[in-house]
Structure formats: C-alpha cells, structure tokens
C-alpha cells in the first residue's frame, strides 16, 4: 500500500520536525466573557423562578446551563477545580458538550458556537484586542 506525505513549509524547507509541521493561529478577534455561576454568560438570560423551592433564582442560561449528572452528586468535588459540582455548568459545543468550571472563560468561535477554556489557557493564548 502507498504512503501519501504532506509536506509542510518545514519540510520543504529541508527542516524535519520530529513531530509534525508546526502552525501558528490566525490572528483573529473573538468574543469572551468569564464564567462563575449561572446567568454569567451576556446570552444566558436574566428570567427568574416566580414560584415555588428556586423562587427568585436565575432560570437554565441559554449558553452555558446548569451541570445535571445523575450518577453525580452535587456535593461531589470537581476533579479539576476542587470546587462541588453544583457550581458548574454545561455547554453544547460542536463536539458535543464540556462542563464548565467557575473561573473558565466562555468563547465564541468563528461559527457562532460556544466553548469553555481554562483561565491558565486562556491567558497565555489570547490578549485583550
């Protein structure tokens, strides 16, 4: 069976990379905003519970909603963050759906879609435009 090689400019370059060709992101500007409880997020909404145990609490955000797990207490610490796991939310993403740890920042990529990135990322890959 033949091999078929992409080379990048490294290669063509006559310099091999050990692991693989290197890339660089495209400079563009994009839409965040830090995530700490619900109803943090600018599109989440700001509808409220009129009745009943939630009277007054903020209603499900429309971008990142309130983490459900049912084999999952809410008392459970977070694996990452340490923090329980009624403090974090759940976003849809184009590659399915990420929990989100207070403290993450919410993204919008260049098609409109929501993700989470830890704030430790989020500073060494992007700069205030």
């Known amino acids: 069976m033949d091999k078929f090689l992409c080379m990048g ?10 692991v693989g060709n290197r890339y660089r992101k495209l400079p563009i500007e994009i839409e965040a905003h830090r995530w700490f409880k619900n109803g943090d997020h600018p599109l989440d909404g700001t509808e409220r519970f009129t009745g ?7 209603i499900e955000g429309k971008v990142v909603r309130y983490y459900r797990a049912p084999l999952v207490p ?15 939310g759940w976003i849809d993403t184009l590659e399915g759906g990420h929990i989100v740890c207070p403290g993450d920042w919410i993204v919008t990529g260049v098609q409109g879609e929501h993700y989470p990135i830890k704030d430790s990322i989020f500073k060494e890959t992007y700069e205030e435009a």
Do not use: A, N, R, Y
């Not at 009943?52 to 903020?58: A, H, I, P, S, V």
């Not at 809410?74 to 963050?81: A, F, M, R, V, Y």
């Open 52 to 58: 009943g145990e939630f009277k007054g609490e903020l």
């Open 9 to 18: 400019d490294d290669e063509k370059k006559g310099e091999k990379s050990p």
């Open 74 to 88: 809410g008392t459970d610490l977070c694996s990452i963050c340490i923090k329980p796991m009624h403090d974090h």
